[in-house]
C-alpha cells in the first residue's frame, strides 16, 4: 500500500486532512526546446499516484489512492455518513476527485452525494494567488441539493488541497444552505504552500 504522512489541513470545517504533502520539492532545471519551463520534481509516493491518475489516467494508480485513503479513513467513520466530492473546475478524460470518491465510497459502505452543482463555468484557481480575486471567483458559484445533505455528517472530498478557498466556500454552503450536521475535510494531498 502506498505510504502516506497525513498532514493537517485547516479551514472552516470541524477537522481536516491531506494523506501527504504533493510534492517533496520542485528544482528549476532552465527551458525546454519548446519554449517550455522544465522543473524536476520529486512527489511524495500518493503524490506521485495522484499526478499518475490527474494527468496519465492511469486507473491502476486510482485503485492504490483508494486503498490508501480507505485504510486512513476506516477507523473515522463514526465521524461522516456522506462523502460529498468537490465538484471538478475543468474536464478531463477520468475525473480524478469523482473516481477516487465513489471508489473510496463503494469500499467504505459510505454513500457519495452528487448534490454540489455548480451555477456557471468554474475558472481553475492554480493561478490566482490573490485571496479577494478567489473569493469573489467562487462566491455563488455552486449550489447544494439540501435533501441529500440536510443533517448528515458530510467528508467533504477533494483530490489536491492548496489554499482551501473552494472548501471553504463549500463548507459554508453545506453548512449554511445544506444545513448539514458537520463538515470534515478530506484530500489526498496538498501543497507545501498555500497559494
Given at each position: 500500500?502506498?505510504?502516506?504522512?497525513?498532514?493537517?489541513?485547516?479551514?472552516?470545517?470541524?477537522?481536516?486532512?491531506?494523506?501527504?504533502?504533493?510534492?517533496?520539492?520542485?528544482?528549476?532545471?532552465?527551458?525546454?526546446?519548446?519554449?517550455?519551463?522544465?522543473?524536476?520534481?520529486?512527489?511524495?509516493?500518493?503524490?506521485?499516484?495522484?499526478?499518475?491518475?490527474?494527468?496519465?489516467?492511469?486507473?491502476?494508480?486510482?485503485?492504490?489512492?483508494?486503498?490508501?485513503?480507505?485504510?486512513?479513513?476506516?477507523?473515522?467513520?463514526?465521524?461522516?455518513?456522506?462523502?460529498?466530492?468537490?465538484?471538478p473546475s475543468g474536464t478531463r478524460a477520468v475525473q480524478p476527485v469523482i473516481t477516487l470518491a465513489k471508489g473510496i465510497g463503494a469500499k467504505l459502505g459510505v454513500p457519495v452525494a452528487d448534490c454540489l452543482t455548480t451555477t456557471r463555468a468554474a475558472t481553475a484557481l492554480k493561478g490566482v494567488l490573490d485571496p479577494a480575486k478567489r473569493k469573489e471567483l467562487l462566491d455563488g458559484l455552486h449550489a447544494v441539493d439540501t435533501a441529500q445533505t440536510k443533517g448528515r455528517k458530510v467528508l467533504l472530498f477533494d483530490d489536491l488541497f492548496r489554499s482551501g478557498a473552494t472548501m471553504n466556500a463549500i463548507t459554508d454552503l453545506l453548512?449554511?444552505?445544506?444545513?448539514?450536521?458537520?463538515?470534515?475535510?478530506?484530500?489526498?494531498?496538498?501543497?507545501?504552500?498555500?497559494?
Open positions: 500500500m502506498a505510504k502516506t504522512n497525513p498532514q493537517k489541513i485547516n479551514g472552516k470545517w470541524q477537522s481536516g486532512i491531506a494523506l501527504d504533502v504533493h510534492t517533496l520539492s520542485s528544482t528549476y532545471m532552465g527551458v525546454n526546446e519548446f519554449g517550455h519551463e522544465v522543473y524536476d520534481t520529486k512527489r511524495s509516493e500518493i503524490g506521485e499516484l495522484l499526478y499518475r491518475l490527474k494527468y496519465k489516467g492511469d486507473m491502476a494508480a486510482a485503485q492504490e489512492i483508494t486503498d490508501a485513503a480507505v485504510a486512513y479513513l476506516k477507523p473515522q467513520l463514526s465521524k461522516f455518513d456522506l462523502i460529498v466530492p468537490v465538484p453548512t449554511t444552505k445544506g444545513k448539514v450536521a458537520a463538515v470534515r475535510a478530506f484530500t489526498i494531498t496538498r501543497t507545501r504552500s498555500n497559494q
